[in-house]
């Protein structure tokens, strides 16, 4: 027997040894093993491209394959049945999942997309898509505090904590540290640093600043 890529030639001409084989000429094709007189002849286009703008050519033809076919994206293959023996290939297009669900199986020949939906609070999705899942919402980090919820379609929003100051005299070059009542993070700044800041200060701020005397 001949393998893939190559058609029979003749018998072994003793025992034990393989069958006289031949390599396919440019333009055909074995796909099997096989004893057969000669090679297939590649298809010169994709079927039902004369019919259908949306069958593309994505491989060649090879010794062993025939050239490949695909639908061009946001199309599936499907094969419509016009006769008892004659099924020709058509692009149809693929169902989109909407936002608030993520795709479970992506469309493939014959077969659509299956979306399935996010879990609130869990996972979401703010986009129409055939191929992204849902995605997991994110986790506001510890110096963070959630703003809004995530929801099926909404990831979400965090935003930073209010941080809350003490402000104490240093020594006598009138240097303070501001010092955080959560954290117990201290910051050392000079008086006229202090006095610009709080030149610029405004009530939409998230700091609030604590005087001690």
């Known amino acids: 027997m001949c393998p893939p ?11 034990g040894q393989q ?14 093993y096989n004893i057969a007189y000669w090679c297939v002849p590649c298809s010169t286009e994709c079927p039902g491209h ?7 050519q994505v491989a060649a033809c090879t010794n062993t394959s025939n050239l490949k076919c695909a639908c061009s994206e946001g199309y599936r293959m499907h094969h419509a049945r016009h006769h008892r023996h004659d099924r020709k290939p058509i692009c149809i297009h693929v169902t989109s999942c909407h936002e608030g669900e993520g795709v479970k199986q992506q469309a493939g020949d014959n077969v659509d997309t299956k979306c399935e939906p996010c879990i609130s609070g869990f996972t979401f999705s703010n986009i129409n898509s055939t191929t992204e899942p849902c995605t997991h919402c994110t986790v506001c980090s510890g110096n963070e505090v959630v703003v ?24 006598e070059d009138n240097h303070f540290w501001f010092e955080n009542t959560e954290s117990n993070e201290s910051i050392r ?18 700091t609030q600043l604590y005087v001690i005397y």
């Open 5 to 15: 890529g190559t058609h029979w030639v003749s018998d072994c001409t003793s025992d």
């Open 19 to 32: 069958d006289i084989c031949a390599p396919c000429p440019i333009g055909y094709y074995q796909s099997w």
């Open 50 to 56: 004369d019919n259908d703008s949306n069958i593309v």
């Open 148 to 171: 809004t919820q995530c929801t099926t379609s909404k990831d979400t929003v965090c935003g930073l904590k209010e941080q809350h100051y003490d402000i104490r005299v240093l020594d």
């Open 189 to 206: 700044i000079t008086l006229s640093w202090l006095l610009t800041c709080l030149c610029f200060f405004t009530p939409y701020q998230s």
